[in-house]
T-cell receptor, first 116, second 117 residues
Framework: GAVVSQHPSRVICKSGTSVKIECRSLDFQATTMFWYRQFPKQSLMLMATSNEGSKATYEQGVEKDKFLINHASLTLSTLTVTSAHPEDSSFYIC????????????FGPGTRLTVL | AQKITQTQPGMFVQEKEAVTLDCTYDTSDQSYGLFWYKQPSSGEMIFLIYQGSYDEQNATEGRYSLNFQKARKSANLVISASQLGDSAMYFCAMREREYSGYSTLTFGKGTMLLVSP
């Protein structure tokens, strides 16, 4: 149980285009999902907390107009990188809370974004 | 100040030996959770073990155990009988509940474990 999928796993796009990344909880309902960003050889940095049916909560320094998050259902959250630039190239990972008692987050496999 | 500190950038261990990965944390909360995740080269984050701040016994999950010393604010991961497949980056993380009621995870910088034959 507690499986989280992400699509696509890899994406290459041209500068100025927008890219949408999907995060799905496959066998459980996730009221809350999280989006992280990870640069090479670094730790995960939380970008935003996504709640079903409400606006996402962004961490300080994260541009909400650039990283659009939509949590349309209890099993799906999407991250759209708008007008992507090369500095947006990174590994994006989503997670979902599956167990209310422990707040354990289960992670998707990640999406590697390369902006040319 | 860093909330999660992993002082070992890299660790080497021989197959079948035990290894301890260090983690110290800083929080003023009474209720918090500590997690360890494994990240192989493929990039996925694999949940290993959880310890709640009120849990009196150290958490164990198969070959993984968490040496929880609350007074020292440490939560070291012990891997017994290391296997080649254990080679990966290991992250310690802490869950605190934000004022909004949401819980967020803060990660340490990670420790790269290499298991040799």
């Amino acid at each position: 149980g507690a499986v989280v999928s992400q699509h696509p796993s890899r994406v290459i796009c041209k500068s100025g285009t927008s890219v949408k990344i999907e995060c799905r909880s496959l066998d459980f309902q996730a009221t809350t999902m999280f989006w992280y960003r990870q640069f090479p050889k670094q730790s995960l940095m939380l970008m935003a907390t996504s709640n079903e049916g409400s606006k996402a909560t962004y961490e300080q320094g994260v541009e909400k107009d650039k990283f659009l998050i939509n949590h349309a259902s209890l099993t799906l959250s999407t991250l759209t990188v708008t007008s992507a630039h090369p500095e947006d190239s990174s590994f994006y990972i989503c997670s979902a809370e599956a167990e209310a008692s422990t707040d354990t987050q289960y992670f998707g496999p990640g999406t590697r974004l390369t902006v040319l | 100040a860093q909330k999660i500190t992993q002082t070992q950038p890299g660790m080497f261990v021989q197959e079948k030996e035990a290894v301890t990965l260090d983690c110290t944390y800083d929080t003023s909360d009474q209720s918090y959770g500590l997690f360890w995740y494994k990240q192989p080269s493929s990039g996925e984050m694999i949940f290993l073990i959880y310890q709640g701040s009120y849990d009196e016994q150290n958490a164990t999950e198969g070959r993984y155990s968490l040496n929880f010393q609350k007074a020292r604010k440490s939560a070291n991961l012990v891997i017994s009988a290391s296997q080649l497949g254990d080679s990966a980056m290991y992250f310690c993380a802490m869950r605190e509940r934000e004022y909004s009621g949401y819980s967020t995870l803060t990660f340490g910088k990670g420790t790269m474990l290499l298991v040799s034959p």
